[in-house]
C-alpha cells in the first residue's frame, strides 16, 4: 500500500512537472518591446502598399462588400477549415468593436508572433505564420494606414471549433511544431528583386498560406512549398505555382507580372474563383513590386 502511494504521488509529481514543462515551452512569446520603439511617424503609402499585399480586404471587408466599402474592416467572413469555422474578426480603428484601443505593440505582436492583446495565442487561420518575416518598419506603417480607414461597429461571431480545436493552450504546441520566421526555401537574395519577391510572397503577401499543402496538424509539408493544395474551404484545389507546375510553369516573368496586373493567362482566359480577390489587391502594387513577386515565382524550386 505504502509503495502504490508512493508511485502514485511519483506519476502525480510528473505530471504537474510536464504539465509545467510544456506551458513554459509553448507559452505566448511576444515581440521585445524594444521592436516597436523609435519607428517613428508611418509611412502612410508605404502602409498601404502592404495593405493591399497583405489582402487584408479579402478577409476582413464585410462579405460581398465593393468600392470603398471594402476599407470597411468590419469582419464577419466564415472560413470553414477541417478544424471548424474561424469567423474573421473586425480589424477597424472602433475602440470597441475593433482594435481602434490597441498600441503598436499588441497590433505588432499580433502579426509577427499571434499573440493577442490579452496574451493569448491566435489561431494560425490568421496567417501570423506568414507576417512574422515583416519587418518592424512595415507592421508600424500598415498599423498606421489601417488608423485611417473607417470605423465599424460590428462584433463578429465567436469561432465555432470543436474539442480539442478550441483550447488556445494546444496553439502553443502546434507553434512549437510549425512556427517559424525563417526563409522558406533559399534564393538569391543578393538579387534585389529576388530579395524584395521572396519578402512579398513569403512574408505580407502570405501566398503559401493557400498554395502549400498542409499535413493533419495544419503545417506545411516539407518539400511542398507552393506546389498546390486542396482548397481549405472544400470546393476544388489551389493550384501548384512553382516552375514545376503543369499550369503556370510555363510562363515567363512577364506572364505572370501581367496576369497579377490585369487577371489574364497567357492564352487569353481570366483569373477565377479565390484568386480574383488577390489578383485585385495585386494590381494595386507597383509594376516593380509584381515583378519582383514574379522573378521569385520563377526561382523557387520546381515541384511536379
Known amino acids: 500500500m505504502g509503495f502504490l502511494k508512493t508511485l502514485a504521488k511519483g506519476v502525480v509529481v510528473l505530471a504537474v512537472v510536464g504539465a509545467g514543462g510544456f506551458w513554459f515551452l509553448t507559452r505566448p512569446e511576444p515581440q521585445q518591446a524594444a521592436t516597436w520603439e523609435g519607428l517613428g511617424e508611418p509611412n502612410l503609402a508605404n502602409g498601404e502598399t502592404i495593405f493591399w499585399a497583405g489582402g487584408c480586404v479579402s478577409c476582413h471587408a464585410a462579405p460581398g462588400a465593393e468600392g470603398d466599402a471594402k476599407l470597411v474592416l468590419s469582419g464577419g467572413l466564415a472560413l470553414k477549415s477541417p478544424f471548424g469555422t474561424f469567423h474573421v474578426p473586425n480589424i477597424s480603428p472602433d475602440e470597441t468593436a475593433g482594435i481602434g484601443k490597441w498600441s503598436l505593440a499588441a497590433f505588432g505582436d499580433a502579426m509577427t508572433r499571434g499573440v493577442g492583446p490579452e496574451g493569448e495565442h491566435l489561431y494560425p ?35 465555432e471549433l470543436p474539442f480539442p480545436f478550441n483550447v488556445r493552450l494546444l496553439l502553443g504546441g502546434w507553434k512549437l511544431l510549425f512556427f517559424t520566421d525563417k526563409p522558406r526555401v533559399t534564393v538569391d537574395t543578393s538579387n534585389p528583386v529576388l530579395a ?17 499543402p498542409r499535413n493533419a496538424l495544419g503545417g506545411f509539408e516539407n518539400g511542398k512549398w507552393l506546389a498546390g493544395a486542396p482548397n481549405p474551404e472544400g470546393q476544388g484545389t489551389i493550384p501548384n505555382i512553382t516552375p514545376g507546375s503543369a499550369a503556370i510553369g510555363g510562363w515567363s516573368e512577364a506572364d505572370i507580372a501581367t496576369y497579377l496586373e490585369t487577371g489574364f493567362t497567357p492564352e487569353f482566359d481570366s483569373v477565377g474563383g479565390s484568386m480574383v480577390e488577390v489578383q485585385k489587391n495585386m494590381a494595386k502594387l507597383t509594376a516593380e513590386d509584381r515583378q519582383a513577386i514574379a522573378a521569385y515565382l520563377k526561382a523557387v524550386p520546381a515541384v511536379k
Open 196 to 212: 524584395r519577391g521572396q519578402y512579398l510572397v513569403e512574408g505580407p503577401g502570405h501566398c503559401g498560406e493557400c498554395h502549400t
Open 125 to 159: 487561420s490568421f496567417p501570423y505564420g506568414s507576417y512574422a518575416r515583416m519587418t518592424p518598419k512595415d507592421v508600424n506603417d500598415l498599423y498606421g494606414y489601417i488608423r485611417t480607414l473607417p470605423k465599424s461597429t460590428n462584433v463578429a461571431a465567436a469561432h
